[in-house]
C-alpha cells in the first residue's frame, strides 16, 4: 500500500477531526517532490478535491472548506494531514489521500467521515 489514511469517523456538526496519511513506500526525497492532496466521495458523486500542498507546502482549498479546513504535511515523517473543524452535515464522505508526482498517482484507501447534525 502506497498511501495509510487513518482518522475518520462519526462527529457532530460543529466538531473536528483530523485525518492523516503516510506515504509509507515513498522514500524521502521522493516524498519531498510529491503534491499531496485530500479528496472526497459522496454515492452517486465524483470524487472532488478538498485540499493539496505542493511539495513546498502551498496550501490549495476548495471554496467549501477554506477558513475551517487546514492541510499540512510532515516531510520527516512522509505524512500529509488535514484537520478539520467546524464540520457540517455536507462534510458527510469518504476521505482519500492523493499523491501525485509527475505522471505518477496514488490513491489511499479512503477513510468514512460522518458528521451528525
Known amino acids: 500500500v502506497q498511501l495509510q489514511a487513518s482518522g475518520g469517523g462519526l462527529v457532530q456538526a460543529g466538531g473536528s477531526l483530523r485525518l492523516s496519511c503516510v506515504a509509507q513506500?515513498?522514500?524521502?526525497?521522493?516524498?519531498?517532490?510529491?503534491?499531496m492532496a485530500w479528496y472526497r466521495q459522496v454515492p452517486g458523486k465524483q470524487r472532488v478535491l478538498v485540499a493539496s500542498?505542493?511539495?513546498?507546502?502551498?496550501?490549495n482549498y476548495a471554496d467549501s472548506v477554506k477558513g475551517r479546513f487546514t492541510i499540512s504535511r510532515d516531510n520527516s515523517r512522509k505524512t500529509v494531514s488535514l484537520q478539520m473543524n467546524s464540520l457540517k452535515p455536507d462534510d458527510t464522505a469518504v476521505y482519500y489521500c492523493?499523491?501525485?508526482?509527475?505522471?505518477?498517482?496514488?490513491w489511499g484507501q479512503g477513510t468514512q467521515v460522518t458528521v451528525s447534525s
Open positions: 492523493n499523491s501525485k508526482r509527475g505522471q505518477t498517482t496514488y
Open positions: 513506500r515513498h522514500t524521502f526525497s521522493v516524498f519531498i517532490d510529491t503534491d
Open positions: 500542498i505542493t511539495g513546498s507546502g502551498t496550501p
